[in-house]
């Protein structure tokens, strides 16, 4: 990317993104921040799991088992579908809650400690 003279801007030059915030380093080097990662990574990634599990289960039944899902609870016109699929939104909330609790304690707690520690 070159400007009308012919440099490249600042920001993409070799010499300007060599250079890395004293702080941000002190961060990227923390084990904590690594823990952190790993954790909060690990645990959106088993959530995400969690919820395609869920929801595509629920989009095959509905392609390849619809009388099962047709079938009548009681007597009136409510299927088994209906619960279900609100058992899907039911259970997307459920860990939505899961993730924020978790969030706002350990993940929250291990910011503070490694913004502490960097600011040493």
């Excluded at 400007?3 to 993104?17: D, I, K, L, N, Q």
């Excluded at 690594?34 to 799991?49: N, Y």
């Excluded at 997307?92 to 707690?109: L, M």
């Amino acid at each position: 990317m070159a400007t009308a003279v012919g440099r490249a801007p600042a920001h993409s030059r070799p010499e300007e993104t060599s250079k890395v915030d004293p702080v941000v380093a002190r961060i990227q080097a923390n084990p904590k921040y690594h823990e952190l990662r790993r954790k909060r990574s690990g645990f959106g990634w088993l959530l995400t799991a969690l919820m395609m599990i869920v929801y595509y289960g629920y989009i095959a039944l509905i392609a390849f088992n619809k009388p099962f899902l047709a079938t009548p609870l009681g007597q009136g016109v409510t299927t088994l579908g209906i619960p279900l699929g609100m058992g899907v939104i039911v259970f997307t909330i459920i860990i939505t809650g899961i993730y924020v609790r978790r969030a706002n304690s350990e993940f929250d707690a291990l910011t503070a400690e490694i913004l502490k520690d960097a600011a040493k």
